[in-house]
């Protein structure tokens, strides 16, 4: 199982250049966290405590916007999320609903802050992994933002049909 979670991550931007033994010492106090259909990660504006990395299972990305749920995307089998609380202290910028029954290994600071003292050089790697992750995200949105603002009708995201409890 381990070797196997090594693999899924060694595939991933996030933990690209990263070798097995540090992934293996990385994983070491992960937790994995199982979440059942219906049932949410985290919500945006919880308390960020760390980052997933989906195993298993499908999840859905949203946000809140004049009481409704709409779709920023949808996430699969070694698809991450929650990367920002490792890198600031802001509460969550978003939701992550469980499509399907899901198993994620959880990361948090601590986990880096041990990874750091035991090797700086691959800790820095993954901080600049994430950065880069960040930037390509960054970019997509500066592109939305720009075409948005000089009148390009872009495409309104999906509204998902949710309990008034799940808002």
Not at 32 to 56: H, N, Q, T
Not at 60 to 86: H, I, N, Y
Not at 111 to 136: K, P, V
């Amino acid at each position: 199982m381990l070797a196997a979670r090594i693999e899924l991550m060694q595939q991933m931007p996030i933990f690209g250049a990263i070798d097995a033994a540090t992934l293996e010492f990385l994983l070491e106090p992960a937790p994995v966290i199982e979440v059942a259909a219906g049932d949410y990660f985290c919500r945006e504006g919880d308390l960020a405590d760390g980052m997933y990395v989906l195993e298993r299972g499908r999840v859905t990305v949203s946000k809140s916007w004049e009481d409704q749920r709409l779709l920023l995307r949808r996430l699969g089998p070694g698809d991450c999320f929650g990367e920002m609380a490792l890198l600031d202290l802001f509460p969550r910028s978003a939701s992550i609903r469980a499509d399907e029954d899901c198993s994620a290994i959880r990361l948090t600071s601590d986990n880096l802050l041990r990874l750091f003292e035991h090797d700086a050089t691959q800790f820095a790697l993954i901080q600049m992994n994430i950065g880069r992750e960040l930037s390509r995200r960054l970019r997509h949105t500066d592109a939305l933002l720009f075409r948005a603002r000089m009148g390009e009708v872009l495409e309104a995201p999906e509204r998902l049909v949710t309990r008034p409890a799940d808002l």
